[in-house]
């Protein structure tokens, strides 16, 4: 058999967006499926008033992506226990599918293979003062998922947990490890292709995979720029529905989070008192709510600030920055922020110096504007390299 990387992707449970239809239209019936009824977070009559003005302008428009506004955010308010009911059962709907791929490979003869599971983002499913899905925020409703590597065969790994924090950008130099690829021959060989090469973030864990101790005081980089609310058209999914993309009526488009920024940066480290006092050896999180102009409706120009019944407001000054600061040791639900905190100065400074560093590493200045970078023009001798480099890989 030769060698192979198989990525197995499914849907579910990303059919929780359609809950406002599976109410009207289709309810699952009761199956042997269906889990135990999981209660409302400890967190979902959260005020957010300590919290990122982000979030509770996201809240207001959130239910506006579908249609009308009072009539589906009544919808999700009547219909909570339904909500989370449909979440969890979506995700016992993907067991099978999941273990079908198992067995594919675990009973199809691989004598050497590892298996990895995760997810791209969770869901906050109500929790912070009725937040969904995963804009605006960096909680750990939305950003912790699973991540599961095993390996079969010889080198079959024995079960434990690693409670050290670990990136998606781990997986790839993780996987990169496991097929043996020497991430160093291959960035030299794309070198002389590329005008650019930067070194490849993320750490192999494949160490760890193999029973060493996992690095508890390793930070990691959080970040993200995705405002699901602002597109081309404003057109809500009601008004795409009826027809009405371009420029559909005002109660049918979506509303922007209303003067507020929707970029997001954020630390998960670990602090003793000799870094910093307060530390306390707890693990922390500090999250940084900022307004980047190369983000904006029009990048460098203008931002739209607001589209309500008043027409549209746009906004050329960048908002000042927000900040939340959590100890998860202590508060893993996230509901005290503790910025202001006065005996925690000398960690605020602590974490925001490694913040501007771990940005340095994860987001590293590049040649070209992001995100492109000009290929060189192709060359027999280097095409040849890389393809002796990865060849076995990619037959």
Same mark, same amino acid.
């Given at each position: ?83 989370? #009911? !449909?979440?969890?059962? *979506? ?7 999941? =273990?079908? @791929?198992?067995? %594919?490979?675990? +009973? ?61 950008? #781990? !997986?790839?130099?993780? *996987? ?7 991430? =160093?021959? @291959?960035?030299? %060989?794309?070198? +002389? ?77 670990? @602090? ?124």
């Amino acid at each position: 058999m030769r060698p192979f990387l198989l990525v197995a992707s499914f849907v579910n449970p990303h059919d929780i967006v359609l809950f406002p239809a599976w109410v009207w239209r289709s309810p699952l019936k009761p199956s042997p499926l269906d889990p135990p009824h999981v209660p409302a977070a400890p967190t979902a009559d959260e005020d957010l008033s300590t919290k990122p003005a982000a979030q509770v302008a996201y809240r207001e428009a959130y239910y506006s992506g579908y249609g009308l506004t009072r009539m589906v955010s009544r919808n999700y308010a009547r219909n909570a226990q339904r909500y989370r #009911d !449909l979440y969890y059962r *979506l995700h016992a709907e993907v067991d099978g599918p999941i =273990d079908r @791929v198992r067995r %594919a490979v675990t +009973e199809g003869g691989s004598e050497d293979a590892m298996l990895v599971r995760t997810s791209d983002h969770g869901d906050l499913l109500g929790a912070h003062g009725g937040l969904h899905q995963k804009w605006f925020n960096l909680y750990d409703e939305a950003t912790r998922v699973p991540f599961v590597i095993a390996r079969i065969g010889e080198k079959a790994t024995q079960p434990r947990t690693v409670s050290a924090p670990t990136s998606h950008v #781990d !997986l790839v130099p993780t *996987l990169l490890s496991a097929a043996g690829v020497d991430v =160093d021959v @291959v960035a030299a %060989a794309l070198a +002389e292709s590329f005008s650019e090469v930067h070194p490849l973030p993320g750490r192999d864990l494949m160490p760890v995979v193999d029973g060493a101790s996992a690095d508890e005081g390793r930070a990691i980089y959080l970040m993200t720029r995705d405002n699901v609310l602002e597109g081309d058209t404003g057109a809500s999914l009601l008004s795409r529905q009826l027809g009405r993309i371009v420029n559909p009526p005002a109660p049918l488009r979506i509303k922007v989070p209303a003067h507020v920024a929707a970029n997001f940066e954020g630390l998960v480290v670990r @602090v003793d008192d000799t870094d910093a006092a307060g530390g306390a050896g707890h693990l922390w999180k500090l999250v940084r709510t900022f307004d980047d102009p190369a983000t904006w409706t029009e990048p460098g120009v203008r931002h739209l600030a607001t589209n309500g019944m008043g027409g549209d407001a746009y906004r050329t000054d960048p908002l000042d920055d927000q900040w939340e600061l959590y100890d998860l040791t202590a508060d893993p639900i996230e509901a005290y922020n503790r910025w202001t905190d006065p005996q925690l100065h000398e960690l605020r400074q602590h974490l925001r110096m490694l913040l501007k560093q771990q940005r340095a590493v994860s987001v590293p200045e590049r040649n070209q504007p992001w995100p492109y970078a000009h290929r060189l023009p192709p060359s027999g001798a280097s095409n040849g390299l890389v393809r002796r480099v990865l060849g076995r890989f990619v037959r």
